[in-house]
C-alpha cells in the first residue's frame, strides 16, 4: 500500500464528498486539520497513515449537518477505505478517531471510550481549527449560517453542558466562546497543541475584549 496512492485517492474522495458544505466545514477545514495533524505528529510516536488518514476523513459528514446522525461518517469513511484496499485494522483505527474525535463527546456524560496517541494528534488538530483568528471566523460563519444573533446579554452561556443540550444548542454565537472555545485550550491532548493553544486562546480574548468595548461603546 503505497502511502502517497492512498492520502492523494483520499483527498480526492474528501474534497468531492464536501463540495458543497458551509464554510467552516468544508475542504479547506479538513486540510488544515490535516497540516496541523502533521505539525503536532512530528513530536509524536504515531502511526502516519491513522494520523493521516483520520484527519482527512474526520468530518466526511459531520453529524451537525445531518440531523444528529453520528454514524453517517464512519459508514462513509469506511465503505470508501475498503474500495482502496486499505487493511482492516488500520480501518478499524481511523474509524474509532472519527466516532470520538468531537468535543461532544466528551462533555459529561460521554466518558472516553477509546484512547491512541493518533486520536491525541488529530483530535489536537481539529481543537486548533476551532480556536484563534480562524475559530472566530468559522465560529461566526456557523452562526450565520444558523441565522444564530451575535450576542444577547440576557442569554447567559450553558457552562454545563450534557451532550445532548450541546447537540441542541440555539444560543447566541459569542455563547459558543464560553460553552467550548475558550475551554479547549485546557483540553489539548499534546505538547504542541498545548502551545499552539495558548497563543490562539490568548487571540480569542483580545478579541472578546474588542467586540464588548464595541458593543458597549467604550472609546479609549
Partial sequence: MNYNIVINETIAFVKLELRDSEGGHDWFHVERVFRNSMLISKDEDVDQLIVSLAALLHDVADSKFHDGDETIGPKKARSFLEKIEVDEKSIDHVIKIIEHISYKNSLKGEGKKFSS????????????????????????????????VLFDPDILPNQNMSKMDYKKSNGPTINHFYEKLLLLKDKMNTDSGRRIAIIRHNYMEDFLEQFYNEWDANTF
Fill in 117 to 148: 496517541k493518533e486520536l491525541d494528534v488529530v483530535q489536537d488538530a481539529d481543537r486548533l481549527d476551532a480556536i484563534g483568528a480562524i475559530g472566530i471566523a468559522r465560529c461566526f460563519n456557523f452562526g450565520g449560517f444558523k441565522n444564530r
